[in-house]
């Protein structure tokens, strides 16, 4: 595959490993996986970060799009766009609107047309915390998207949108549980974080 460029510090640590408590002990085999993920190609692999809360799960995603920019899987322009799932999931309609866009009038309250996250991170990383708060129907949804890289917005039954993108989600949920087995089988890199009583002192 094409060559990793990693930016050495005097000690011949990644620079981006650097300020990462852990690195080169307890977190070693999850930055190693989110590396592996980010740099197969042609532009990476959607992954799942499962761990409890305050374990670093958003940290991991944002080390993993800046990692992407430093080997050039992405490009200065291409965005990192995070999202929590949570914030949305006692309405399925506008959690599904925030995330795909939507048409006018699709949903109650809805005036003009809405584009969502997905397209805002179109060329880059879209990170979706408590991704087991999606409805199934968001699931699916999603793994249309990771199939063929389209989606359609909220109200729209014909014309489809292209996007390409790396996904990211995260849960502090066993997947087992509380996610489609479908959606999981479209998950070719799982990463968990350990908790913080799992990791080592220093």
């Given at each position: 595959g094409k060559p990793v460029l990693y930016y050495l510090t005097e000690r011949g640590q990644p620079a981006l490993e650097r300020g990462?408590?852990?690195?080169?002990k307890s977190?070693?085999?999850?930055?190693?996986?989110?590396?592996a993920a980010v740099n197969y190609p042609p532009k990476g692999l959607h992954s799942l970060i499962i761990g409890p809360s305050g374990t670093g799960k958003s940290m991991l995603a944002r080390y993993m799009y800046e990692f992407g920019l430093q080997c050039g899987v992405f490009q200065k322009n291409d965005a990192f766009v995070s999202f929590n799932c949570a914030d949305y999931a006692g309405n399925p309609q506008l959690l599904?609107?925030?995330?795909?866009?939507?048409?006018?009038?699709?949903?109650?309250?809805?005036?003009?047309h809405k584009e969502g996250l997905v397209a805002s991170a179109?060329?880059?990383?879209?990170?979706?915390d408590?991704?087991?708060?999606?409805?199934?129907?968001?699931?699916?949804?999603?793994?249309?998207?990771?199939?063929?890289?389209?989606?359609?917005?909220?109200?729209?039954?014909?014309?489809e949108r292209s996007v390409e993108l790396l996904l990211v989600c995260a849960t502090t949920k066993d997947p087992e549980g509380s996610l489609l087995a479908t959606f999981i089988r479209r998950m070719p890199i799982i990463i968990t974080l350990p908790s913080l009583a799992q990791r080592s002192y220093e």
């Open positions: 990462i408590i852990g690195h080169d977190l070693a085999k999850v930055l190693e996986q989110a590396r599904l609107a925030q995330l795909f866009g939507a048409k006018e009038g699709s949903y109650t309250g809805q005036s003009g179109n060329g880059g990383l879209l990170f979706l408590e991704v087991h708060r999606l409805p199934p129907e968001g699931q699916e949804m999603l793994f249309y998207l990771m199939d063929y890289g389209k989606y359609r917005p909220l109200g729209e039954a014909v014309a």
